[in-house]
């Protein structure tokens, strides 16, 4: 899969460099390696954050104001977002690969993808199956993770209507089984260097956008063990009213349920750099006015809490200085005052007052600044 982007400029030598940080050769895997080495989740979790991070380096990324990832690809969202650094991103990845692929080891434990059939009756298949659901991905595929005799029994009795594909993974992620492996990452994750997120940063736990860079990793480490809810990802994309959307490489999956998920929305899976040139032509038609010159990177400021919001007597345009109070979130507990730590100029509001909102939902978008104007 790497072999055509390896003529592009620097491409092989930024591989080398990510190879050295993650002691594989990323390379020979992306180019002559056999699909059964490649299967290796220790393998694969750096190969793909690899290959998705020397795609997005082609992209004139200044006016992409959304990233979110799938299972693995949030380690590249994260990097995209500015939380932290791609050498960063490459060695949680190779770290969270061999935590992962050690917990697999026993017992043995299997992924199946479900389509088709009632919502509810397909979760309801899982939970009284002893399954998690780990992956809910809108679209009508919901992926059903734990002990391999359970998915084997799923397999053979499917929910009505619905169909079941056993998915050649190393074993349960984003459940119980993998406690051992979020142990593993979490010991490694504190010590990395993090900064505040200068995109909207979705998250697979419940679709909101992740405020700090602490949260982030403290989220990408929970994930795990957690149920990725792309489904979330995508609603919140939809009420964000995102209008272009592009997939990394290797792309089609995700390209796929986001045209049966967002309507109306563009979509182009980048899958070789022959697809570069339409790539870079929705960020221009769909990131910002014609002729424009490329913008300053937006921060997004969100919910702390839930409950209703109850704006600052602040209005777009204005200037805000550190310590300003942008608004309140009422909650039964109380006022939860959300205030600014950065100059910043509010760009658009994304609530109006009276909203309910969830926690880390977006409140505004925010233009950092380095002074008043």
């Known amino acids: 899969m790497l072999v ?9 030598s930024r591989l080398r460099w990510l190879s050295a940080l993650c002691g594989l050769d990323l390379v ?33 990324l200044h006016d992409v104001t959304v990233v979110a990832g799938h299972s693995i690809g949030e380690l590249t969202a994260a990097a995209l977002a500015g939380v932290f650094s791609a050498e960063a991103a490459i060695t949680l990845a190779a770290a969270r690969g061999r935590a992962m692929a050690a917990a697999c080891r026993e017992p043995e434990t299997a992924m199946a993808a479900i ?12 939970e009284s199956g002893g399954l998690t659901a780990a992956n809910r991905n809108g679209a009508g595929q919901v992926v059903a993770a734990g002990a391999a005799d359970a998915v084997r029994r799923l397999s053979e009795s499917p929910p009505a209507k619905a169909r079941v594909i056993p ?29 505040e997120p200068t995109r909207l940063l979705l998250s697979n736990a419940d679709g909101t956008a992740v405020p700090t860079g602490s949260e982030a990793v403290k989220r990408l480490v929970a994930q ?67 002729g424009a010159e490329p913008s ?49 100029v509010l760009a658009e509001w994304l609530v109006v007052d009276g909203d309910p909102v969830a926690p880390g939902q977006p409140l505004a978008r925010l233009q950092p600044q380095g002074a008043a104007p």
């Open 296 to 344: 300053v990177a937006f921060r997004v400021l969100v919910a702390p809490a839930a409950g209703m919001f109850a704006p600052g007597g602040v209005g777009e345009g204005d200037f805000l200085t550190p310590g300003t109070a942008v608004g309140q979130v009422m909650t039964r507990q109380g006022a939860h005052e959300v205030t600014l730590s950065y100059p910043a």
């Open 224 to 290: 795990v063990t957690s149920p990725v809810r792309w489904d979330l990802c995508q609603a919140t994309m939809r009420d964000l009213g995102v209008t272009a959307a592009i997939e990394l490489p290797p792309a089609g999956t995700l390209a796929g349920l986001a045209r049966r998920e967002l309507k109306g929305v563009e979509v182009v899976a980048l899958k070789t750099p022959e697809d570069l040139p339409a790539a870079r032509d929705l960020i221009a038609r769909h990131g910002g006015p014609p």
């Open 115 to 126: 389509l088709g059939g009632d919502p509810e009756e397909v979760l309801q298949a899982i």
């Open 167 to 195: 998915l050649r993974v190393a074993g349960a992620f984003h459940t119980s089984y993998m406690a051992a492996a979020e142990h593993a990452l979490a010991a490694i994750a504190e010590g990395v260097p993090t900064t």
């Open 4 to 12: 055509p982007w390896l003529d592009l400029p620097g491409v092989s």
């Open 28 to 60: 020979r895997l992306g180019t002559t390696a056999e699909a059964e080495e490649l299967q290796a989740t220790e393998v694969a979790q750096p190969l793909l954050v690899a290959f998705a991070l020397v795609a997005a380096e082609q992209l004139p």
